[in-house]
């Protein structure tokens, strides 16, 4: 079992900055992924970025690329959601969510249903 615990959100004005963290207790980040999604009132669930545990690599929605940044402390078990330039459009329920299940043919894990945890949310707003 992994334990996710989100934090960090709040409100702020159009371009400013906001970080969040996914703290993970339990097993940890042991598997394969770990992704950032978000969900505003009325909408599914939709993808933000992730980071692959194996190498590094992440990838973002496009609409984000250049404003936010994903990184991690190993050591602090926690993974990081830099928000810069934020814009009313970005507000929504922020989650984390650790993927420890291999999903066959997939290099990035993209779509919520590849992952198996997932924290409580935090909420973030940007006023205009």
């Known amino acids: 079992q992994v334990q996710l615990v989100e934090s960090g959100g709040g409100l702020v004005q159009a371009g400013g900055s906001l970080r969040l963290s996914c703290a993970a207790s339990?097993?940890?980040?042991?598997?394969?992924?770990t992704g950032w999604f978000r969900q505003a009132p009325g909408t599914e669930r939709a993808f933000v970025g992730t980071i692959r545990w194996s190498g590094g690599d992440i990838v973002y929605l496009n609409s984000v690329k250049g404003r936010f940044t994903i990184s991690r402390d190993n050591a602090k078990n926690t993974v990081y959601l830099q928000m810069n330039s934020l814009k009313p459009e970005d507000t929504a329920v922020y989650y984390c969510a650790a993927a420890t299940r291999l999903i066959s043919g997939r290099y990035y894990y993209t779509q919520s249903d590849m992952y198996n945890f997932w924290g409580q949310g935090t909420q973030v707003t940007v006023s205009s």
């Open positions: 339990g097993r940890t980040f042991s598997g394969y992924a």
